[in-house]
């Protein structure tokens, strides 16, 4: 049963425009959530993440915004770069310490 | 600062032999992952530690898969004997402080 959904497994993107990537879960004790990028033969590094006790938390051109009720989560990449090609992992907790769940991702490409 | 190590990055091996992986965490990261990761799938959490004692090992298949973490640094991950199934990236992750897991760059492994 999966937890974390991301239900686009991949997504084009003109430079200088919007990505957004979209992130489900099915789990109502999730309270943190993260998101994780993933170059070819690296590792996952991370990328940005939120508490339940906000809806939005933004750095620098990246702005992860979180619907509770929903319970759905969103990135936004603005403007996008060639450099942001790669595959983006949403991931959730029940708490800060607790094991994370990581959703299958989505492989974004930003053409030039 | 060094990031996580792991060796080695690629191993191919036949159904049924051994293979163990290793793993050098950031300095000073006290709790410690090892993840398997199939194709198209988000990395799955195979054991955690905490210094040299086992956090969570749920969903580790114990009757091949072993892991230690021996005076709460390095640790190795053995799988005897291999399966196909068995065919992922293994990684490897560390962590200091609140949620932020940083990982190596993975061993990958085929299984013929």
């Known amino acids: 049963d999966q937890q974390v959904k991301q239900n686009s497994p991949s997504l084009s993107v003109q430079e200088g425009r919007i990505s957004i990537l979209n992130c489900d879960y099915t789990n109502s004790m999730f309270d943190y959530f993260l998101w994780y990028k993933k170059y070819p033969a690296e590792g996952p590094t991370f990328l940005i993440s939120i508490s339940s006790i906000k809806d939005k938390n933004e750095d620098g051109r990246f702005t992860v915004f979180l619907n509770k009720s929903a319970k759905h989560l969103s990135l936004h990449i603005v403007p996008s770069q060639p450099g942001d090609s790669a595959v983006y992992f949403c991931?959730?907790?029940?708490?800060?310490?607790?094991?994370?769940?990581f959703g299958p991702g989505t492989s974004l490409s930003v053409i030039p | 600062e060094a990031g996580v190590a792991q060796s080695p990055r690629y191993k191919i091996i036949e159904k049924r032999q051994s293979v163990a992986f290793w793993c050098n965490p950031i300095s000073g990261h006290a709790t410690l992952y090892w993840y398997q990761q199939i194709l198209g799938q988000g990395p799955k959490l195979l054991i955690q530690?905490?210094?040299?004692?086992?956090?969570?090992d749920s969903q580790l298949p114990k009757d091949r898969f072993s892991a230690e973490r021996l005076k709460g640094v390095d640790s190795t991950l053995k799988i005897q004997p291999a399966k196909l199934e068995d065919s992922a990236v293994y990684l490897c992750?560390?962590?200091?402080?609140?949620?932020?897991?940083?990982f190596g760059p993975g061993t990958r492994l085929t299984v013929l």
């Open positions: 991931a959730a907790s029940r708490a800060s310490y607790d094991k994370v769940i």
């Open positions: 992750a560390s962590r200091k402080m609140g949620n932020e897991q940083f």
């Open positions: 530690f905490q210094n040299n004692g086992v956090v969570d």
